[in-house]
């Protein structure tokens, strides 16, 4: 399993990254857990931008979803257009959401490039992959991904405050992509994000190989976000996600 971050930024877009996108690869499928604002153009310099198998979208705040609209132009009057639908699997009021985003009427919505399937906690399989969601803790219906191939696994937290749930889909993974939003500090709002003490707290409890910080907002000293991660009790190895990093997980 390979693993790229393709958008890494936090909440919006930053000087160097897209907001969420990863690239996962197993026996040549290609899956992307979120596509988020910027990032249909990023994940062009890793794969054909015709090439993505299947979509799971965590939840549907802009930074995670946005470019699927962008994505529905190409695939639907690109030049061998049209493309087939690719299988979305998104929380429930996703198509009349990126319909509304989009501009265009709830029927036919963007059903033409896309296939959407609701989420609902437990395991589906997706070509290669066993994907596991489950319910997180943030404003809105979120989910984060454990996604397994053969005897590897990477788990996904989405956006999340602290999570029991986030623990179990990263039981034992060897790759750990984990929201690190917050900087410590006094009277951070509960149920919203992880500072990366937090993070590294959650790889910890769930044993995770390798923990990679990500969901980075700009505007946060991102250095002190990995120092913070350092005090989590966590052993493993833990740094900072990056626009362009791979991760071989085989
Ligand atoms: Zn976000
Ligand atoms: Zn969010």
Redesign the pocket.
């Known amino acids: 399993m390979k693993v790229t971050i393709v958008g890494c930024s936090g909440s919006y877009p930053g000087p160097d990254s897209p907001a969420s996108c990863y690239l996962v690869e197993a026996e040549g499928f290609r899956m992307l857990l979120d596509l988020g604002n910027g990032s249909l153009g990023a994940l062009q310099r890793h794969i054909g931008l015709y090439d993505v198998d299947a979509i799971c979208l965590s939840?549907l705040?802009a930074d995670?979803c946005l470019d699927v609209c962008g994505y529905h132009v190409a695939r639907t009057y690109g030049p061998d257009a049209p493309y087939p639908p690719v299988p979305v699997y998104a929380p429930e009021g996703a198509p009349a959401r990126l319909a509304a985003a989009y501009g265009m009427p709830d029927e036919p919505g963007l059903e033409t490039a896309f296939d959407f399937t609701p989420l609902s906690p437990g395991s589906f399989e997706v070509g290669p992959f066993v994907v596991t969601a489950g319910l997180v803790n943030?404003p809105v219906e979120?989910y984060g991904f454990r996604v397994a191939s053969d005897d590897v696994c990477m788990a996904y937290s989405g956006?999340t405050g602290e999570s029991a749930e986030l623990v179990k889909l990263a039981a034992g993974a060897d790759l750990m992509l984990c929201e690190a939003s917050f900087v410590e500090g006094p009277d951070l709002p509960p149920d919203l994000h992880l500072t990366g003490r937090q993070a590294a707290e959650h790889a910890a409890r769930a044993n995770a190989g390798k923990l990679v910080l990500t969901h980075l907002v700009p505007w946060n000293d991102n250095a002190r976000v990995l120092q913070d991660a350092s005090r989590g009790g966590y052993a493993g190895p833990i740094e900072l996600a990056r626009s362009g990093a791979v991760y071989d997980l085989a």
Request: no cysteine; net charge negative; proline share 0%.
């Open positions: 939840h705040h995670h943030h979120a956006d």
